[in-house]
């Protein structure tokens, strides 16, 4: 099958046209390196079923990060290349653009953004472009669909090129054709122009961002406590308890009870405590977690197709260099605060393997995920802001700390921030919604299932009395060190599978306030659940994986320790 | 007409790019995104603490890291 390739500089919309000739939704945002793997689709070109490949960004063929080397080593095995183009950045596109004719491939040209264009002032001969570069150019818009079907039309005759120049006057060729296709038209600024000049200068930006983490958090804590009381809890408390109640008088007690059913508290089903498969395990991934999984990944999405995330990056900048990162190391954090996968996999973006293992250690230590945190808010905040704000507010500490500590004691130097500021962009509501819906069936489809193992794993673990025995041998630890119930280590078991089960466990324990504490910050800081730990594995390598769990461990427990002392 | 690097370089005030002291492979990182000798770059802010410096360069903005723009060296009209 023949490969197309779609390549061209980070942030161009690869990705989007790429989801429009497949059908295969991969997930587009407005910063430089979302896309840090190649995704493959097909698509029938005539009568010829074609393989196209959605690679990471470059700016060049000379790769300075593992998320571009991928992009390079692919651009040699294309059949065809689309080189996707900003229209409203043509020279810096056309640096690349010439790399890859150099190669002799078919090139075809997506000169994509062609609307925006239109908006700044800039107009392109593409006539005239095509007559210098020899090869098709044809102007789209990929959010609208606009020219992507004449962009397949020209897919099928794509040819060899034979387009000419000195590789050591590149930046001259390049200078020359754009003087010769491109004319740009004085206009005023826009206010998103104003916007973009207000978040980025210090004085204003830095109260823009704390006015900005307060609107978000407040908003992600309002729609997701909102879907809990009005929609899922209702659903289940009036519907779907009635329904179990029935079934667990027809199964009267015993083994299959207990499992499916759980534990009644008081005669009643209680979908936090009760520990049954239809009960506990699909209370908390669908009304305790997905709400707030909801609510975090519309509230991410609008932050990422806006723009703004690159702008936060340069604002703490000088902040993370004292943790070893620079400002970019800000959106695997981000991300991991939705799932500590997709936020490990980021780490790509980053250029040195020092970096990556910072961040990614950073991350998994002290980034709760949006599942864990969700039941955090539902557990510990039962006894009011104060818990919330010592759990968080530790976390937070852990990471400016460890941070600080592990740049100093790990050797070499990690690099400058470089990186390009997208402008604003109004997010387009229809590729929003389409992103939020494919993470959040993305985390119905890997968190439903691993809650129910969960589930199912503490019950069986239980009625062997193997947690019981388990919790007598760490009691020295559990007990002794943290201040917890020897009980508590079936929590500890679980949330290597869903660290969202293991806080839901600490209920039936009668916790006071200071062990809850104690408990939901070693949870979240003591190991990655299985799924993160598979991503990091594979990311950082067995040797430096083993480096960053045995600092995972040491520290929970340190920091465990300690606040079970100061509280 | 005097030399500057762009930490340097006010707010607001653009000038034209006439070196860069580094290596190979940070004039080829530069020149990816647009920042070579010869070039007008405008400085849109700079952060405290010896934070990134963010430049305009034709319809695009870039953020380069602090120790980078001490390299990067323009010439500006007074």
Known sequence: ?????????PNVGK?????????????????????VEYTRGQMKLRDEEVEIID???????DPTSPAEEVAVQMAREGDVIIDVVDATNLERNLNLTLQLLKDGKPVVIALNLWDETRHIGISIDVDRLQNILGVPVIPTCAITGEGIKELVSELPQAKANSFHYDQEKRWEKVGEIVSQVQKITHRHHTFLERLEDLSIKPATALPLALVSLVVIFSAIRFIGEGLIGVVFEPAFERLWAPLMMQLSKLLGAGFLHDVLIGRLVEGQIDFVESLGLLTTGLFV????VLPYVLAFYLVLSL????????????????????????GLAIIPMMLGLGCNVPGAMATRVLQTRRERFLAATLMAIAVPCAAQTAMV????GRHGATGLGLVFGTLLVVWLTLGFLLNRFTKGESPEIFVE??????????????????????????????????????????????IQFIGRLAAPIITGVLGLPEDAVGALIIGFLRKDVAVGMLLPLGLDLRQMVVASVVLTMYFPCVAAFAVLVRELGVKDMMKSAAIMISSALIVGGLLNLIL | ??????????????????????????????????????????????????????????????AVGFGMAKKILVETKR
């Open chain 1, 377 to 380: 808010v539902g557990l510990v």
């Open chain 1, 421 to 466: 500021i997208p402008p604003y962009r109004m997010p387009y509501w229809g590729a929003l919604l389409k992103k939020l819906s494919m993470r959040v069936k993305g985390f119905i489809r890997g968190a439903v299932p691993f809650v129910l193992l969960g589930v199912l794993i503490t019950n069986i673990l239980y009625s062997l009395g193997i």
């Open chain 1, 55 to 61: 690679v990471p960004g470059t700016y060049d063929l």
């Open chain 1, 1 to 9: 099958m023949r490969k197309i390739l779609l390549i061209g500089n």
């Open chain 1, 15 to 35: 990705s989007v046209i790429f989801s429009r000739l497949t059908g295969v939704n991969v997930i587009a945002s407005n910063y430089p390196g979302t896309t």
């Open chain 1, 285 to 288: 991934p669908i009304a305790a």
């Open chain 1, 303 to 326: 932050l990422e197709d806006s723009g703004y995330l690159p702008r936060l990056a340069v604002l703490v900048d000088s902040v993370m260099h004292r943790l070893g990162l620079h």
């Open chain 2, 1 to 62: 007409m005097t030399t500057v690097d762009l930490t340097q370089l006010e707010e607001g005030k653009s000038g034209r790019v006439v070196l860069i002291s580094g290596g190979h492979g940070l004039i080829r990182r530069l020149e990816s995104l647009g920042i070579r000798v010869g070039k007008n770059v405008t400085k849109v802010s700079s952060q405290l603490m010896r934070g990134p410096v963010t430049l305009r360069i034709d319809g695009f903005q870039v």
